[in-house]
């Protein structure tokens, strides 16, 4: 999102840790980039011991098509889809953006701008470098997003962030595609230079921080599209992902999430509010570098231990305390974290099920943070 009005906007850039974690609706935790020798999060750019998240088995090898919603760059700096492959570098200039559509695009129909990602060879079926659904997420974008350290009267807000959204889809053939599920809950448009609060926003590409100081990506899991009817009849196989698609979306209202996909409103009292989708909103209009900047999109090892909350390859105190500050939640509370809803058959509440997880799992370390 380094479009004009991030680099003129009077907000100050936090940097942010991973070493604490909030919860609050539909709140994932991001997948760090990069770590250091302690394991915690490391800066790319500006710690010596920082090295690629050893969790990642692969990156986006190619670009089956770039479709931006617009044309107004600034010279060549943002429209090259090749800055999308390889590794994430947690450099907000190293990004490739989609556009952002003004309000005359979009009562004029235009589409929104997208990019198609290439995963291995897609003629060799079977490639190890296909995304595949294994034990937990699956893959992670990461945008260039960032925190507001200051409340103007812009629309920023000290602690949320210049966030530009983006659907996120997948397809076997490259023909085909399913789209994830999403939530987003912010009620009302933040304007061009305004913050949203991610804990907010579920499913949806971009509402992890990447830059200034801070590297993570946005994680998706196959297995919430273990359901869909390309997916049940074959169309798409959710264990040979060829093709990842970004579709940035114009964060005026005018585009929609799928809430009612997720959740049956009377199941419980506290989801009356899902007998409808609900209006997309981000930072817009945006210009220069508009819409979703995409930076990269990993391959994530499979994660044999659910209850390593916080993806750092060992089941710990870490993920007690992320644990604790979601204990008795359920779906849409300000507290609940997805990650926590350990147990299967997953009944979006955090209970004693999931500490019975957690306390089987402890001390249990992954196999890839060996390697």
């Known amino acids: 999102m380094l479009s004009w009005n991030k680099q003129t ?37 500006g710690d010596s011991d920082a090295r690629i998240n050893p969790v990642f088995r692969g990156w986006a090898t190619g670009i089956r098509d770039y479709l931006p919603a617009d044309d107004d760059w600034w010279g060549d700096d943002w429209n090259d889809p090749n800055k999308a492959l390889g590794p ?31 995963f291995g060879d897609p003629c060799v079926p079977g490639d190890p470098n296909h995304i595949r659904d294994v034990n937990g997420y699956d893959f992670a974008v990461f945008e260039n997003g960032f925190m507001s350290l200051s409340s103007t009267g812009g629309g920023s807000v000290r602690g949320q962030m210049l966030a530009e959204l983006a659907y996120a889809e997948v397809s076997s053939d490259g023909v085909d595609f399913v789209r994830f599920p999403s939530v987003s809950l912010t009620t009302n448009p933040p304007g ?40 049940v009849n074959g169309t798409v196989d959710i264990n040979d992902i060829c093709y990842v698609r970004i579709i940035d979306i114009a964060g005026s209202g005018d585009f929609y999430d799928s809430a009612m996909e997720l959740v049956d409103p009377d199941t419980w ?41 916080n993806l750092d390859g060992l089941v710990d105190w870490f993920d007690f305390a992320l644990l604790a500050s979601a ?13 926590c809803d350990l147990a299967e058959p997953k009944d979006m509440v955090v209970d004693i099920r999931d500490l019975d997880v957690l306390s089987r799992q402890w001390l249990k370390t992954e196999k890839w943070r060996f390697e």
């Not at 007998?275 to 994530?300: F, I, K, Q, R």
């Not at 499979?302 to 390593?308: I, K, L, T």
């Not at 204990?327 to 990650?339: L, M, P, V, Y």
């Open 9 to 45: 906007a009077c907000v100050v850039v936090a940097v942010v840790t991973t070493a604490a974690a909030v919860g609050g609706p539909y709140t994932e935790v991001g997948v760090s980039g990069y770590i250091g020798d302690d394991w915690r999060h490391a800066d790319p750019l």
């Open 88 to 118: 994430a570098t947690g450099d907000t200039f190293d990004i490739v953006s989609l556009g952002d559509l003004d309000a005359n695009e979009i009562a004029q129909g235009r589409p929104p701008g997208r990019i198609t990602l290439i």
């Open 269 to 309: 009292p506290d989801w009356a509010g899902y007998d409808s989708n609900h209006p997309v909103y981000d930072a817009w209009l945006t210009e220069g570098s508009g819409g979703l900047d995409l930076e990269a999109v990993g391959v994530l090892k499979e994660q044999e231990f659910s209850a390593d909350i």
């Open 192 to 231: 061009p230079y305004g913050t949203i609060e991610i804990s907010d926003v579920f499913g949806l590409a971009g509402k992890h921080p990447n830059g200034y100081g801070v590297c993570t990506g946005t994680p998706f899991d196959l297995r919430q599209l273990a359901c869909h009817p390309l997916v």
């Open 327 to 339: 204990w008795q939640s359920h779906f849409g509370q300000s507290k609940w974290i997805d990650r």
